[in-house]
């Protein structure tokens, strides 16, 4: 099927192009936060509250989308609420997936008592429900960036552990791992290289997934403020204040809601058209 | 190799495996018994054809006998020494001299990496020198060019595939070979060159073979002795001309019978 | 009398290009005739059934040709008509009978299905009719099988459903893509027979899709040799063994396993035998684009 292949690798292209085009403006963004955003993030200025974003009628020059009703930015704020989102993206996408990924990847090829033990504790794991979880976590650590990491992290490895495990499993029964047997590599070897490479576009997928949910977790943190201390810039916080003057002022809830959404999806379509890039057959 | 010591000694080889399909809800799974006490040889230099329908025991009688699987009971010698229930580490010295051809040679085949790499890697894990000559050499056995060594097992045809993985086992220059079905998933045109290839290297490099098939057909040329297999046990066990000229029992005639020649006028059809 | 199934000139392309799959074949089954479909893998021969059937793959499409149904073109009727006619007088048995049974579902249902929803049956005489059909392929205990779901059965007894199922609303041209491919060989030659007798009892024109000749000779009156999607040798079974006349039947031939003959090399199918044979494809390839 040429042609088939052909279809599925230039959707594959483009997808990759368009999320990874996004995601790149963002980090690019926030990383230059300081150079680029045109105000400070929390300077208010109550005689220019409210100013319409740009194509609207009554918009003032240098505010791009608008300032909200104390007359902070909100191009700023978005900004610098980018870079809180994404460093929880990173940080906790990262650590759930080597976390996760490591107990699946033995649970799954090594089986045995390992097994047991990592399984049982997932399915402990993923009785709690996970949204109280994390409100229960936040409680005990108190608010903050690094407790939305942690809290992501304890909630969402077991996410990567079952999927990889499962995964790993699928593997171990390929004549290909059993023709490295006969070769006669050790077992941590034929993990690493025989395994490891199959199981890899599984949880870069599940990577940039993560990494979007992990957005969302803040976003909802942020929203019921349970993130950063409350005058932060978070993407979450900003449409929670938004909401209150959705009537006056749209613009403060609807542009962050859609920086999110636009954000949350390229992770997921990232992840995917990566997974197809991996795939030499299809690549 | 001494006289009088073959280079396989099975003697009452059993194994059971859990039956996960029948597990009550509480309790451990019920064991099932695949191979039910097994008496034969393999002489060095000799192809035995293992023959059976599918659960008979076939595949996994080959497994255990280069140590994929564990056996329950009984011993499996090689070389006099029994290699029932060595570990991995002990096993591992010995993996170099005892190895496979699989049946379906594209999942045996790791897909992300280079035919070039599957062949070398075995090579170099046993520290063998001279591994690029190595690697050329066992390509050029199995009738491939060198340039093939820079693609990847989706960019070959069936055979092409099935001959790297020939080249893999051969290139370890190994004193047993287990082939496992391994022409049953080819087109009749490369099954056909895939048993004159294997037919060429067993005379040339001297090696020992297992030959797993479901088809007596594709035996007679390859092998000198027969293993009938059913549900577990050895039905018949003879030199191959005997097994089709006089097979002694029902089942092995049954199988031979039902081979469809290409004759409209067979009889028993 | 015409043909149940004709085929003519049918050519079938990779969507959007000119590469072609099928090339200008031209084929019939008569009424309670087993016809042989023979080739290698890519040989395009189940690619005939399933464009007969209307279920080719999304990236293939017919370029040109005609089928005929029953008197029928199939190709120039409105997709809705064509699925009626082939629901009522086609049928299929597929190659692997673990993967054409639903899992999750028991024999019973998925054998009635089709006579409760496309034929309007009743769900008693549905139900009379599986247990009769099981019955007829030899199937001790139908009721009990009836109320199994796929995995409980062996591979040779699922087969005997796909068959029973194929046959359930009377077809007049039933499909047999490589039905025995998965099967043991005592298995297949159990199988074969019934495929034989049913095909008899029912007179129903058989088009037998297959790459083993010795399976061939066993079943089929005429075979159709073919080669890149292209017909090779047309012949009958008895005229074809006692010896093809086309060179890549020949070697097809050769390289077919026969243990009667001990020791007797198999012959490869040689290079030469492949050149030439795709050297007269390609000359006809010339013709056809600049036709």
Same mark, same amino acid.
């Given at each position: 099927?040429?042609?088939?292949?052909?279809? #599925?690798?230039?959707?594959?292209?483009?997808?990759?192009?368009?999320?990874?085009?996004?995601?790149?403006?963002?980090?690019?963004?926030?990383l230059?936060?300081?150079?680029?955003?045109?105000?400070?993030?929390?300077?208010?200025?109550?005689?220019?509250?409210?100013?319409?974003?740009f194509?609207?009628?009554?918009?003032?020059?240098?505010?791009?989308?608008?300032?909200?009703?104390?007359?902070?930015?909100v191009?700023?704020?978005?900004?610098?609420?980018?870079?809180?989102?994404?460093?929880?993206?990173?940080?906790?996408?990262?650590?759930?997936?080597?976390?996760?990924?490591v107990?699946?990847?033995?649970?799954?090829?090594?089986r045995?008592?390992?097994?047991?033990?990592?399984?049982?504790?997932?399915?402990?794991?993923?009785?709690?429900?996970?949204?109280?979880f994390?409100?229960?976590?936040?409680?005990?650590?108190?608010?903050?960036?690094?407790?939305?990491?942690?809290?992501?992290?304890v909630?969402?490895?077991?996410?990567?552990?079952? #999927? #990889?495990?499962?995964?790993?499993?699928?593997?171990?029964?390929m004549?290909?791992?059993?023709?490295?047997?006969?070769?006669?590599?050790?077992?941590?070897?034929?993990?690493w290289?025989e395994i490891?490479?199959?199981v890899?576009?599984?949880?870069?997928?599940?990577?940039?997934?993560?990494?979007?949910?992990?957005?969302i977790?803040?976003?909802?943190?942020?929203?019921?403020?349970?993130?950063?201390?409350?005058?932060?810039?978070?993407?979450?916080?900003?449409?929670?204040?938004?909401?209150?003057?959705?009537?006056?002022?749209?613009? #403060?809830?609807?542009?962050?809601?859609?920086?999110?959404?636009?954000?949350?999806?390229?992770?997921?379509?990232?992840?995917?058209g990566?997974?197809?890039?991996?795939?030499?057959?299809?690549? | 190799?001494?006289?009088?010591?073959?280079?396989?000694?099975?003697? !009452?080889?059993?194994?059971?495996?859990?039956?996960f399909?029948?597990?009550p809800?509480?309790?451990?799974?019920?064991?099932?018994?695949?191979?039910?006490?097994?008496?034969? /040889?393999?002489?060095?230099?000799?192809?035995?054809?293992?023959?059976?329908?599918?659960?008979?025991?076939?595949?996994?009688?080959?497994?255990?006998?280069?140590?994929?699987?564990?056996?329950?009971? !009984?011993s499996?010698?090689?070389?006099?020494?029994?290699?029932?229930?060595?570990?991995?580490?002990?096993?591992?010295?010995? =993996?170099?001299?005892?190895?496979?051809?699989?049946? /379906?040679?594209?999942?045996?085949?790791?897909?992300?990496?280079?035919?070039?790499?599957?062949?070398?890697?075995?090579?170099r894990i046993?520290?063998?020198?001279?591994?690029?000559?190595?690697?050329?050499?066992?390509?050029?056995?199995?009738?491939?060019p060198?340039?093939?060594?820079?693609?990847?097992?989706?960019?070959?045809?069936?055979?092409?595939?099935q001959?790297? !993985?020939?080249?893999?086992?051969?290139?370890?220059?190994?004193?047993?070979?287990?082939? /496992?079905?391994?022409?049953?998933?080819?087109?009749?045109?490369?099954?056909?060159?895939?048993?004159?290839?294997?037919?060429?290297?067993? =005379?040339?490099?001297?090696l020992?073979?297992?030959?797993?098939?479901?088809?007596l057909?594709?035996?007679?040329?390859?092998?000198s002795?027969?293993?009938?297999?059913?549900? !577990?046990?050895i039905?018949?066990?003879?030199?191959v001309?005997?097994?089709?000229?006089?097979p002694?029992?029902?089942?092995?005639?049954?199988?031979?019978?039902?081979?469809?020649?290409?004759?409209?006028?067979?009889?028993?059809? | 009398?015409?043909?149940?199934?004709?085929?003519?000139?049918?050519?079938?392309?990779?969507?959007?290009? $000119?590469?072609?799959?099928?090339?200008?074949?031209?084929?019939?089954?008569? *009424?309670?005739e087993?016809?042989?479909?023979?080739?290698? $893998?890519?040989?395009?021969? *189940?690619?005939?059934?399933k464009?007969v059937?209307?279920?080719?793959?999304?990236a293939?499409?017919?370029?040109?040709?005609?089928?005929?149904?029953?008197?029928?073109?199939?190709?120039?009727?409105?997709?809705?008509?064509? %699925?009626?006619?082939?629901?009522?007088?086609?049928?299929?048995?597929?190659q692997?009978?673990?993967?054409a049974?639903?899992? $999750? &579902? &028991?024999?019973?249902?998925?054998?009635?299905? &089709?006579?409760?929803?496309?034929?309007?049956?009743?769900?008693r005489?549905?139900?009379? %009719?599986?247990?009769?059909?099981?019955?007829?392929?030899?199937i001790?205990?139908?009721?009990?099988?009836? +109320? *199994?779901?796929?995995?409980?059965? *062996?591979?040779?007894?699922?087969?005997?459903?796909?068959?029973? $199922?194929?046959?359930?609303?009377?077809?007049?041209?039933?499909?047999?893509?490589?039905p025995?491919?998965?099967?043991?060989?005592?298995?297949?030659?159990?199988?074969?027979?019934?495929?034989r007798?049913?095909?008899? &009892?029912?007179?129903?024109?058989?088009?037998?899709?297959? @790459?083993?000749?010795?399976?061939?000779?066993?079943?089929?009156? %005429?075979?159709?040799?073919?080669?890149?999607?292209?017909?090779?040798e047309? +012949?009958?079974? +008895?005229?074809?063994?006692?010896?093809? %006349?086309?060179?890549?039947?020949?070697?097809?031939l050769?390289?077919?396993?026969?243990?009667?003959?001990?020791?007797?090399?198999?012959?490869?199918?040689?290079?030469?035998?492949?050149?030439?044979?795709?050297?007269?494809?390609?000359? +006809?390839?010339?013709?056809? @684009?600049?036709?």
């Amino acid at each position: 099927m040429r042609d088939g292949r052909g279809t #599925v690798k230039r959707k594959a292209g483009l997808r990759l192009w368009l999320s990874g085009g996004w995601l790149a403006i963002v980090a690019l963004l926030t990383l230059l936060a300081g150079w680029i955003s045109p105000h400070d993030p929390l300077a208010q200025d109550l005689f220019a509250a409210r100013l319409p974003p740009f194509w609207v009628d009554g918009a003032e020059p240098g505010f791009l989308l608008g300032t909200d009703s104390l007359g902070r930015d909100v191009l700023s704020r978005i900004i610098y609420g980018g870079r809180i989102a994404l460093t929880v993206a990173v940080i906790a996408g990262l650590a759930t997936a080597v976390i996760g990924s490591v107990l699946g990847l033995i649970a799954g090829y090594y089986r045995g008592w390992a097994d047991a033990v990592i399984s049982r504790l997932v399915d402990i794991w993923m009785a709690f429900p996970p949204v109280l979880f994390a409100i229960l976590l936040i409680a005990v650590l108190g608010t903050g960036l690094w407790s939305i990491v942690i809290a992501i992290i304890v909630i969402d490895w077991t996410r990567f552990c079952r #999927v #990889v495990r499962a995964e790993a499993m699928n593997q171990s029964q390929m004549d290909y791992v059993s023709s490295a047997v006969v070769a006669g590599h050790v077992r941590a070897a034929i993990l690493w290289r025989e395994i490891g490479p199959n199981v890899l576009p599984t949880i870069v997928a599940l990577l940039t997934l993560e990494m979007g949910i992990a957005v969302i977790v803040e976003a909802i943190l942020s929203f019921v403020n349970l993130s950063i201390s409350t005058d932060a810039p978070t993407w979450g916080g900003m449409i929670a204040e938004g909401r209150i003057s959705i009537h006056q002022a749209w613009w #403060v809830l609807v542009c962050p809601l859609i920086v999110l959404f636009l954000t949350v999806l390229a992770f997921s379509q990232f992840g995917e058209g990566l997974k197809d890039r991996f795939d030499p057959v299809l690549r | 190799m001494g006289s009088g010591t073959p280079m396989f000694r099975v003697r !009452g080889l059993e194994l059971s495996l859990p039956d996960f399909a029948n597990k009550p809800p509480l309790g451990r799974a019920p064991m099932v018994d695949i191979l039910k006490g097994l008496d034969f /040889d393999i002489e060095a230099g000799s192809v035995l054809g293992i023959v059976g329908g599918s659960g008979s025991g076939k595949s996994t009688l080959g497994r255990t006998l280069i140590r994929l699987l564990e056996p329950t009971a !009984g011993s499996i010698a090689f070389e006099g020494r029994d290699i029932g229930h060595l570990d991995e580490a002990t096993l591992r010295p010995l =993996r170099r001299r005892l190895q496979m051809i699989f049946q /379906d040679p594209m999942s045996s085949l790791n897909p992300r990496r280079r035919v070039g790499a599957i062949i070398a890697d075995p090579l170099r894990i046993h520290g063998l020198d001279r591994i690029n000559a190595r690697v050329d050499e066992a390509l050029d056995h199995v009738g491939l060019p060198g340039s093939f060594r820079a693609r990847y097992p989706h960019e070959l045809s069936g055979g092409q595939r099935q001959r790297v !993985g020939i080249a893999r086992a051969i290139a370890m220059r190994p004193d047993f070979i287990l082939a /496992d079905e391994i022409v049953s998933g080819l087109d009749v045109s490369s099954q056909a060159q895939v048993l004159n290839l294997l037919e060429n290297l067993v =005379r040339e490099l001297g090696l020992t073979v297992a030959f797993i098939s479901h088809d007596l057909s594709v035996i007679r040329r390859l092998c000198s002795q027969v293993l009938v297999l059913n549900r !577990g046990t050895i039905v018949e066990y003879a030199p191959v001309e005997r097994i089709f000229d006089a097979p002694e029992a029902q089942y092995t005639r049954e199988l031979l019978d039902a081979i469809p020649l290409p004759d409209p006028d067979q009889p028993g059809w | 009398m015409t043909p149940f199934l004709q085929i003519e000139n049918l050519s079938a392309v990779i969507r959007g290009t $000119s590469d072609r799959l099928l090339r200008s074949v031209s084929l019939e089954v008569n *009424s309670g005739e087993v016809c042989g479909l023979v080739g290698e $893998s890519g040989a395009g021969k *189940s690619m005939i059934g399933k464009a007969v059937l209307g279920i080719l793959p999304a990236a293939v499409e017919i370029a040109e040709g005609q089928v005929q149904l029953d008197d029928e073109d199939l190709l120039a009727m409105p997709q809705a008509d064509r %699925r009626r006619l082939i629901g009522a007088k086609a049928a299929l048995i597929p190659q692997d009978p673990l993967t054409a049974l639903n899992p $999750s &579902r &028991r024999i019973g249902p998925q054998i009635t299905d &089709r006579l409760i929803d496309i034929l309007g049956w009743t769900r008693r005489d549905a139900a009379n %009719r599986a247990a009769e059909l099981l019955d007829e392929v030899h199937i001790d205990n139908p009721q009990r099988v009836l +109320a *199994s779901y796929p995995h409980e059965l *062996s591979g040779g007894m699922r087969q005997r459903v796909l068959i029973a $199922s194929a046959f359930a609303a009377n077809p007049k041209l039933v499909i047999a893509d490589e039905p025995t491919t998965a099967l043991d060989v005592t298995v297949q030659k159990q199988i074969l027979r019934l495929i034989r007798e049913m095909q008899e &009892r029912h007179g129903t024109a058989m088009l037998f899709v297959t @790459h083993d000749l010795g399976v061939v000779s066993k079943v089929c009156q %005429r075979l159709t040799v073919l080669f890149a999607g292209k017909v090779i040798e047309q +012949a009958d079974v +008895a005229d074809f063994y006692a010896g093809p %006349r086309h060179g890549y039947s020949k070697a097809l031939l050769a390289a077919t396993p026969k243990f009667t003959e001990p020791f007797t090399s198999l012959m490869p199918v040689d290079r030469a035998v492949i050149t030439a044979v795709t050297a007269e494809i390609e000359a +006809a390839d010339g013709a056809w @684009h600049h036709g």
